[in-house]
């Protein structure tokens, strides 16, 4: 038997090492993965708290999730790829249009 | 050390060592390996908390698709090593220390919780595939038309994002 707390610490250190990836990451692709690993630790966190607490709603709020991350996915891809087309590069620092 | 907390361990510094070489690799071909590797041992706590569709789905969509997608775009366009520019003044400087000061914020309040702390996750408790298929088309049947409609929108998009324009 798990201890919960110890899912939770692990979500927060994956969320965290997330965030780090999407601040210091300079390749759109990098970023982009960063930000399925922070849906990843909220999952995690999701079933943990959906078993300890003997709810299903939790896993079925974890189905949402995917589907969300995967249409993330299609339309994010689909705008690196036209990034890369316009700029050819897939460097954060160099897409900056809206910049004056 | 009962066998449940020593899988624990196991697959838990595999998703923080995973995740620590998505940080630590140039190439992103090597970062998105190494994603596939925390999901994988994602997957794998899931079943140690017994929610085996949670499992299969997150090995299907996340393993499969997702990052089949991911290493097809960094095919596609030939993504090399990342280059390295002087990182914004702002995030050099405050990265490192936000970042550590969110985590403590998350594990003070884990810590507060004392009601979670006590419960444990037992292994196939509840919550099996049978009762998440009876909530998700009962009680939460719109959300999941709505999440169809959703993905046919994420397609049009992804379709109108990635044609070629017409000259």
Known sequence: MVPTSYYLILSAVLFGLGVVAFVFKRNVITIFMSIELMLNAVNLAFVAFSQARHQSDGQVFVLFVIVVAAAEAAVGLGIIILMARNRQSLNVERVDFLKL | ?167
Do not use: C, W
């Open chain 2, 1 to 167: 050390m009962t066998p449940q907390l020593a899988i624990f361990f196991v697959l838990a510094a595999l998703a923080v060592l995973g995740a620590l070489n998505l940080i630590i690799q140039r190439h992103p071909i090597h970062s998105a390996l190494s994603l596939i590797v925390v999901m994988i041992a994602l997957a794998g706590l899931y079943l140690l908390m017994g929610s085996e569709f949670v499992a299969a789905v997150q090995i299907i969509v996340y393993g499969g698709a997702i990052m089949v997608l991911f290493v097809f775009v960094i095919m596609l366009l030939n993504a090399g090593v990342e280059e390295r520019t002087n990182v914004s003044k702002l995030a050099g400087v405050a990265g490192i220390p936000l970042a550590v000061a969110l985590l403590g914020f998350l594990a003070a309040a884990i810590a507060r919780s004392n009601e979670s702390a006590q419960a444990g996750v037992e292994a196939g408790t509840l919550a099996n595939t049978k009762e998440i298929s009876t909530m998700l088309f009962k009680d939460f049947v719109y959300p999941f038309e709505l999440t169809s409609f959703l993905i046919l929108v994420a397609i049009l998009g992804a379709i109108v994002l990635a044609q070629r324009e017409k000259s």
